[in-house]
C-alpha cells in the first residue's frame, strides 16, 4: 500500500495487485473529498489517510464510474463517514445492477440500491462543479465514465479513461467502446492539464501531447482490421464464383 502526495491538495493511496489501484484523498476547505474507493480491504488504508491528511473529516465521494475495483470500500468508508456519494446519472442504473455493462452478459449490482446521487448538471451537457473539482463526462470505458479536474493543482483525476506505464499514456483495457473513450480523452486537450493520474497507471505530465499518437495508433489498428475483412471478403467471393 502506497501512499503519495500527488499535488498541494491531493494525495493518492495505491495498491498494487498485478496491476496498480488508486484512489484519490482531496483536501478541501471544509473537509475532504475522496474520489473512488478501490477495493474492498483499502478501507482501512484510506481511512487512515484521510484522517493523517488533517484536513477535516470526509465531507464527500465522487466516483469515476461504477467498476468493482472503484466502489469495493464505499460500504465500509459510508459506515465510518455517512457522507453523500455521486456518480454521473447515466452510470448509475448499470452500478445497482438493474442494466448489464456494455459487453457484459449479464447486470450485477456492484452499490447497493439508494447510496448513489446523480453529479448536478450544469449548463448545456455540462456538471455542476462539486467542492474544488470540475466533473466531465467521458463515456467510453463505461456509459457514464466521469474524470475530475483539479483546475488549482492542474490536476486530472483520470479514472480508467487511459490507463499509464512509465509516463506514457495508454488505452484503457476492458473498453467496450474504445473509440469513444479515445473522443473522450479530448478533454486532455481542452484542459491541458500539467498531470493525469490514472487509477491503473503512474503519472502522465503533459498527457495532452500524447494523444496524437494514441490517435494514430488507434487509426493504423482499424486500417489493418479494414484490410483483413477486405481479404476475407474477397477470398469468400472468389470461392463462391468457383
Ligand atoms: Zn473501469
Ligand atoms: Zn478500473
Known amino acids: 500500500m502506497g501512499v503519495k ?3 498541494e491538495h491531493i ?38 489517510e484521510i484522517e493523517r491528511t488533517g484536513a477535516g473529516p470526509l465531507k464527500r465521494i465522487v466516483l469515476t464510474h461504477g ?32 442494466l448489464a455493462y456494455p459487453g457484459k452478459s449479464r447486470p450485477f449490482a456492484h452499490v447497493q440500491k439508494g447510496l448513489l446521487q446523480p453529479l448536478a448538471a450544469a449548463g448545456k451537457n455540462g456538471l455542476a462543479p462539486i467542492g474544488s473539482l470540475q466533473p466531465f463526462f ?3 470505458h463505461s456509459p457514464g465514465h466521469v474524470v475530475y479536474f483539479h483546475a488549482q493543482d492542474q490536476v486530472l483525476l483520470g479514472g480508467d479513461l487511459f490507463h499509464a506505464k512509465r509516463g506514457r499514456l495508454l488505452p484503457a ?4 467502446d474504445p473509440a ?19 487509477c491503473h497507471g503512474g503519472t502522465v505530465y ?11 495508433e488507434a487509426e493504423r ?22
Not at 18 to 42: C, F, N, R, S, Y
Open 5 to 7: 502526495a500527488v499535488s
Open 138 to 140: 467521458t463515456p467510453g
Open 67 to 98: 467498476h468493482s475495483d472503484h466502489v469495493g470500500s464505499l460500504q465500509t468508508i459510508l459506515a465510518r463517514y455517512p457522507v453523500p456519494v455521486y456518480m454521473h446519472e447515466r452510470e448509475i442504473a448499470y452500478a445497482e445492477g438493474d
Open 180 to 198: 469513444l473513450a479515445l473522443r473522450s480523452g479530448n478533454v486532455l486537450r481542452a484542459l491541458d492539464p500539467e498531470r493525469l493520474e490514472v
Open 221 to 242: 489498428a482499424e486500417t489493418a482490421v479494414k484490410a483483413r475483412q477486405t481479404q476475407i471478403e474477397t477470398k469468400k467471393s472468389k470461392r463462391s464464383r468457383q
Open 11 to 48: 494525495r493518492s493511496v495505491g495498491v498494487w495487485v498485478g496491476l496498480p489501484i488508486h484512489v484519490w484523498i482531496v483536501a478541501e476547505q471544509d473537509g475532504v473529498t475522496l474520489v473512488d474507493t478501490g477495493l474492498k480491504w483499502m478501507a482501512g488504508s484510506i481511512l487512515k
Open 173 to 176: 483495457r476492458f473498453s467496450p
Open 206 to 216: 503533459r498527457p495532452a501531447g500524447q494523444l496524437g499518437d494514441l490517435e494514430q
